[in-house]
Structures are given as C-alpha cells and as structure tokens.
C-alpha cells in the first residue's frame, strides 16, 4: 500500500486560530502522517486559541483515524506583518491585545525561536493571508490597504522561507494557500487581495528555484476553492462563493478543509519529491470553467 508516512518529521504551520480552517485540516493531515505539528498563532488570537484547546472545545475536530487526538508541541506568539522585533511600532508592542506574547513574535524572532527548541524542520506552512480593505473595489483600495494585503499575504511568505529555510533539512517543503482571484476576475475579492495571490503565485515560482538551490526544499501553493470558514467570512459573501463553484464546478460539491489537508500532505510528502514551483487546484475543477452553467444568459424561452 502506497501510503504517506511523515513519522519524525516537524512541520511548523503559521496561521492557525481555530478548528476550521485550512490551517487545522492541514495540520490534522500531517499529524495523520506521523508529523510532530508546531504552531505561530496570531497574538490577538493566541489567548482564546490556547483557552479553546485546553477546554477541549476543538477535540471532536483533532480526533485521528486511530483514536488518538492531534497535539500540537508547541504554539508561538507569531505576527507575520514584522520581519523582526525592531520593525513592530511601539505602540503594537504595548497594545494589551498583544499581551499574550511571550517572547519576539515577528518571523524572525519565532524562526530563532523554533530553531533554539528544535534545531530543524521540515515542513514550513503558510496559511495567512488579510486584507484590510478587502470589501472594497481594486478602484477603491487606497494604497495603505493594498500594501498592507501584500504584506501579510504575500511577504511573508518570503519572510518565512528567508528564515525558516536555513534550519530546513534538504527534501523539505515550504506550502502556502492562493485562490483563483489571482488570475480570474471574482468581483467583489478586492483591496489588493487579487494582486497579492497573484504576487504569491509568481513568488512560489521563485522561491522554489533560490530555495531549491540553495537549501534542496520544494517551494508549491495550494489553491483552493471556497471554504466557509471564520477568516472567509470576512469577505462578506463566501456563501455566494461556494454556491457558484456547486453550480459551475465539474465536481457539484462543496469542498471541505480536509480534501486540501489531504493535497497538502502529499505535497509536503516524499511521494512529491519532484514537484515544485507549482501551483495546485484543489477545487472541484472550478478553475478549468470559462462559462458559468447556471448563467440566465444562457436560459431560452420556450418556442
């Protein structure tokens, strides 16, 4: 049985602050692999994050397929906005809903971090992406809110794999997430968001070259199709979202977090060894549609 076996491997997964996201079903797949899960959560999220994990809130959600439930070694205080600790303005730093940090938390600071606790890793995940002003029209973003998405959605990918990559053992992957709006138009997907998948998609093409030579790790991304989770909503139409790729999609079903988990578990696999540079649809087919079957344009009277 060909199977993926990630048994004493570390995978350290930023972007994680509940049980619905691509974030956990990511982590839940590697940890079904036999992978050792460490976590960069986001400082205002870490407290209820942490409150929620030890009351057991998540638990139906951690179980694995032998009974056990998924740990995570360890959760790092983790803003990946700041390159370092000089670049967080004070008035973040004294701001009590970063409170809840307990040491540097810019990528920097938790890349040494990881480093001093556990010497190497071998699987690096992106699951963050924000955009401030994204429920406003491309020709409404002002500038502070396009660069900000650029920011937290795109450098710090590269952030993560300039610091992250050193201390990754050769065969590594580095994994982040996109969506379609990167190269279709999906009206109301604004305030820079569109240019900042687009930015990433190009980015892991890069980076999959510079880190492959320079650390032998497989730099890829993910683009999944729409998801109802909590981060999603704030677009402010996701069920929309999901209601077009059920209708248009040459597979009519919903995609769930655990089908990318899955995706993403064979990419940050051996099985994958040869795979770089690429970005992967994990969407039902939506992406391979240049009509919309459910279209009233293509509705006819009756003769």
Known sequence: VLGIDLRGKKAFVAGVADDQ?????????LAQAGCEIILGTWVPA????NTSLKRGKFDGNAMLSDGSKMTFTKVYPMDAVFDS????????????????????????????????????????????????????????TSRHGYLAAIS???????????????????????????????????????GGMSSAKAALE????????????????????????PLGSRAAKAIGFIDDMINYSCANAPLASEINAEEVGNVAAFLCS??????????????????????????????????
């Open 46 to 49: 870490l407290n209820i994050f």
């Open 270 to 303: 051996p099985l994958a060894s040869a795979v770089t540079g690429a970005t992967v649809y994990v969407d039902n087919g939506l992406n391979t549609m240049g009509l919309a079957v459910d279209s009233k344009a293509l509705d006819r009277e009756a003769e």
């Open 152 to 190: 937290a959605s795109t450098y710090s990918f590269v952030s993560m794999v300039q610091r992250f990559g050193p201390m990754m053992s050769k065969g590594g992957a580095a994994l982040s997430l996109t969506y379609l709006a990167s190269e279709k138009v999906i009206p109301g997907y604004g």
């Open 85 to 140: 600790l000089a670049d967080v303005p004070e008035e973040v730093i004294n701001n009590k809903r970063y409170a809840a940090a307990d040491g540097d938390f810019s990528v920097e600071g938790v890349a040494q971090r990881v480093k001093e606790d556990f010497g190497t890793v071998d699987i690096v995940i992106h699951s963050l992406a924000n955009g401030p002003e994204v429920q406003k029209p491309l020709l409404e």
């Open 202 to 225: 190009s980015d892991t093409q890069v980076l999959a070259w510079e880190a492959g030579r320079k650390y032998g790790v497989r730099v890829n991304t993910i683009s999944a199709g």
């Open 21 to 29: 996201g691509f974030g956990w079903a990511i982590s839940k797949a």
